[in-house]
C-alpha cells in the first residue's frame, strides 16, 4: 500500500489541523495506520496508531487529549485532527503501514512500519 499524507501548514499556537493519510495500491481497510513525526533535528517519534478495523486507537502521552487519530476505510483514508497545537508540535508528519505479515496489527514502534508516505510540514508559531 502506497501512502500519501497531507493538510500540514502554518498555525499559531492553540490553533487546529486536520492531516489526512490517502492510501492506494492494497487493500486498505486490513492495514492498520501509524503517524509519526520529526523534528528539526530530532528523531522521528511516534505520535498515533489505529488499528485497521478503527479500533484501539492510541496517541503519545504528550498529545494525549488534543490529538485524536480516525480512518475512513471507505475512503481509503486515515486522519489525525490536531486541536491545541503548540509550538513543540512543529515537525514534518508522517502516516505510515505495517508490512503485510502484521498489517492489521497496531504499534508505536517504527520497526513495526513497513511503507511511509511522504511526510507534511506543520509549523506552530508562538
Known amino acids: 500500500v502506497q501512502l500519501q499524507a497531507s493538510g500540514g501548514g502554518l498555525v499559531q499556537a492553540g490553533g487546529s489541523l486536520r492531516l489526512s493519510c490517502a492510501a492506494s495500491?492494497?487493500?486498505?481497510?486490513?492495514?492498520?495506520i501509524g503517524w509519526f513525526r520529526q523534528g528539526l533535528g530530532k528523531e522521528r517519534e511516534f505520535v498515533a496508531a489505529?488499528?485497521?478495523?478503527?479500533?484501539?486507537?492510541r496517541v503519545v502521552d504528550s498529545v494525549k487529549g488534543r490529538f485524536a487519530i480516525s480512518r475512513d476505510n471507505a475512503k481509503n483514508a486515515a486522519y489525525l485532527q490536531m486541536n491545541n497545537l503548540k509550538p513543540e508540535d512543529t515537525a514534518v508528519y508522517f502516516c505510515?503501514?505495517?508490512?503485510?505479515?502484521?498489517?492489521?496489527?497496531?504499534?508505536?514502534?517504527?520497526?513495526?512500519?513497513?511503507?511511509w508516505g511522504q511526510g507534511t510540514l506543520v509549523t506552530v508559531s508562538s
Open positions: 505510515a503501514a505495517p508490512g503485510s505479515r502484521k498489517r492489521g496489527a497496531s504499534s508505536c514502534f517504527q520497526a513495526h512500519f513497513a511503507s
Open positions: 495500491g492494497g487493500p486498505f481497510s486490513s492495514y492498520a
Open positions: 489505529i488499528k485497521y478495523n478503527g479500533a484501539s486507537p
